[in-house]
């Protein structure tokens, strides 16, 4: 439910989903370790504005049972879905096999997981086998997230939407965007940003935002593609891979409230 807050007299934009469960301008925190402590806090402060929240990699497999439990039960209290992230699957595919995947599956569900991602960034996957792979998923009663593109190449925008395609045609709900896609030498590539907007239903489709983990990429340009995002497509874009502590503050960006100023301001002469 949606709190009261402060300064209530200053309205969001026209253009801003605010009652979840949100279908549009969903924002995902990137959850890479949080406890169980601090991320109450932080969904007492922030819940409103977090629609999805990824569990980074393989990280599921570090915590205490009881813990990740409780993590995964509080997201959902706060109406957040918690998932899986897709290199937890591709961990599983390169040291277990498709033989590994059903035990995956399992006890993702047994720890209170409904929905996981499918990615190739470091097991390439071809099309025959990312439809195989979702498809699979999908009938073992977990709702899929697909990613495209990769950490380490350039695809092109034809490519990407191709794949979006698989991903959609086997089952899954939701595409992200890898963010290494968008970042030349780390500055965002508008022009496959806008190409994509193009060939993609966005209300579908996630865009990743890129961290310290991409070659170039500062704390700057990260700001830039967040500021990019919202001018290109309204602040109902769809946003991933927001850290913890810059959640409010994207959604202050996307009301206008941020650095950005707000939205279609001119300053006078």
Same mark, same amino acid.
């Given at each position: 439910?949606?709190?009261?807050?402060a300064?209530e007299?200053?309205k969001?934009?026209a253009?801003?989903?605010?009652?979840?469960?949100r279908?549009?301008?969903l924002?995902?925190?990137?959850?890479?370790g949080m406890?169980?402590?601090h991320?109450?806090?932080l969904l007492?402060a922030a819940?409103?504005?977090v629609?999805?929240?990824?569990?980074?990699t393989?990280?599921s497999?570090?915590?205490?049972?009881?813990?990740?439990?409780?993590?995964?039960a509080?997201?959902?209290?706060?109406?957040?879905?918690?998932?899986?992230?897709g290199?937890?699957?591709?961990?599983?595919?390169?040291?277990?096999?498709?033989?590994?995947l059903?035990?995956?599956y399992?006890e993702a569900?047994?720890?209170g997981?409904?929905?996981?991602?499918?990615s190739?960034? $470091?097991?390439p996957?071809?099309? @025959?086998e990312r439809?195989?792979?979702?498809?699979a /998923?999908v009938?073992a %009663? &977990?709702?899929v997230?697909g990613?495209?593109?990769?950490k380490d190449r350039q695809?092109t925008a034809?490519?990407?939407?191709?794949q979006a395609?698989?991903?959609?045609?086997?089952?899954?709900?939701?595409?992200?965007?890898?963010?290494?896609?968008?970042m030349?030498?780390?500055?965002?590539n508008a022009?496959?940003?806008?190409e994509l907007?193009r060939?993609l239903?966005?209300?579908?489709v996630i865009?990743?935002?890129?961290?310290?983990?991409?070659?170039d990429?500062?704390?700057?340009?990260?700001?830039?593609l967040?500021?990019?995002?919202?001018?290109?497509f309204?602040?109902? $874009?769809?946003?991933?891979?927001? @850290?913890?502590d810059?959640v409010?503050?994207l959604? /202050?960006?996307r009301? %206008? &409230?941020?650095?950005?100023?707000?939205?279609?301001?001119?300053?006078?002469a």
């Open positions: 439910m949606t709190q009261t807050t300064f007299f200053v969001p934009p253009g801003r989903s605010i009652a979840k469960p279908t549009r301008g924002t995902m925190m990137i959850d890479q406890g169980a402590r991320q109450i806090d007492e819940g409103d504005y629609d999805l929240a990824k569990f980074k393989g990280t497999a570090l915590y205490p049972a009881d813990i990740l439990r409780r993590k995964v509080q997201y959902v209290e706060h109406g957040v879905k918690p998932f899986i992230g290199q937890f699957h591709e961990y599983i595919l390169a040291t277990l096999g498709t033989a590994g059903p035990a995956f399992a569900r047994r720890n997981f409904t929905t996981i991602e499918i190739d960034n $470091v097991v996957l071809s099309p @025959t439809r195989a792979r979702i498809a /998923a009938d %009663g &977990l709702e997230f990613e495209v593109g990769g695809t034809a490519e990407l939407i191709d395609g698989e991903c959609f045609a086997a089952g899954a709900s939701l595409v992200l965007v890898e963010a290494a896609e968008l030349t030498a780390g500055k965002p022009a496959l940003i806008e907007s060939g239903d966005m209300a579908r865009i990743e935002l890129p961290g310290p983990w991409i070659a990429v500062r704390t700057c340009d990260i700001e830039d967040k500021k990019l995002l919202v001018r290109t309204g602040p109902d $874009v769809n946003i991933a891979n927001v @850290t913890p810059t409010i503050d959604e /202050a960006t009301r %206008g &409230l941020g650095v950005a100023g707000p939205h279609g301001y001119k300053a006078p």
